[in-house]
């Protein structure tokens, strides 16, 4: 039986150093997904990572990259960036996207998107039901995902209410769990004290800060 090295199951803000966990992000065997905590890769997880705005796409390009050298399908909900920058990101970072499926909320914003197998596109990131929707079609498409990765929670409190994007995060992490995948969403540092990372804190297994964390070159 293949393991993930995870923890679960607990609700505080993680420090590296607390968890036993080497610092060194991204490379060799010992980086966030591979530091020596088992999870049964059967059991659905949902972490919530805290990045440090002045890096926050560095380090989550590494996650993306640990995760697909899992080789797991993941599911990247995209809120900041359209799907032809992001896969041309990943690509030059020398991560396969074979097995990832992008939801776009970003392209329909400013052209009428192309036809895509590997993607669906949303009208806007505050478009809550579409995004509903689509994750949902995701999570129900037989071939499964291992991971969805929802970038970002501070970008939705651009556009709606904490109370209103706290309902939205418990309805799809409920979908998750239902569901058996796992689940990543990020926040930026600045936002970790919002009202709603302190709500989802409650119904996540694991909220990490990263900013501790650094990287080998």
């Known amino acids: 039986m293949r393991v993930l090295f995870l923890y679960a199951a607990t609700y505080y803000i993680e420090m590296p150093e607390k968890a ?28 919530v990572l805290v990045i440090p705005e002045h890096d926050y796409t560095e380090r989550l390009v590494k996650v993306v990259h640990d995760l697909v050298d899992l080789d797991l399908r993941i599911c990247y909900v995209s809120l900041n960036r359209p799907h032809n920058t992001l896969m041309s990101s990943f690509k030059k970072e020398g991560i396969s996207i074979d097995k990832m499926f992008v939801v776009d909320a970003i392209t329909r914003t400013a ?15 505050g478009a809550l039901t579409e995004l509903s929707v689509a994750i949902s079609k995701v999570m129900d498409r037989k071939e499964g995902f291992g991971y969805i990765i929802f970038d970002s929670l501070s970008t939705l409190l651009v556009y709606e209410s904490d109370t209103t994007i706290a309902k939205f995060v418990h309805f799809l992490m409920a979908k998750v769990r239902v569901a058996g995948c796992n689940a ?34």
């Open 20 to 47: 036993g966990i080497n610092q060194n992000l991204g490379t060799g065997k010992k980086d966030i997904f591979k530091s020596g905590f088992g999870m049964d890769e059967n059991e659905s997880q949902i972490i």
């Open 184 to 217: 990543i969403f990020t926040v930026l540092k600045q936002d970790a004290d919002s009202i709603l990372v302190k709500d989802i804190n409650m119904f996540a297994d694991k909220v990490i800060d990263m900013e501790r964390w650094t990287f080998k070159s």
């Open 111 to 125: 052209m009428v998107p192309p036809e895509c197998s590997s993607c669906d596109y949303v009208s806007s990131p």
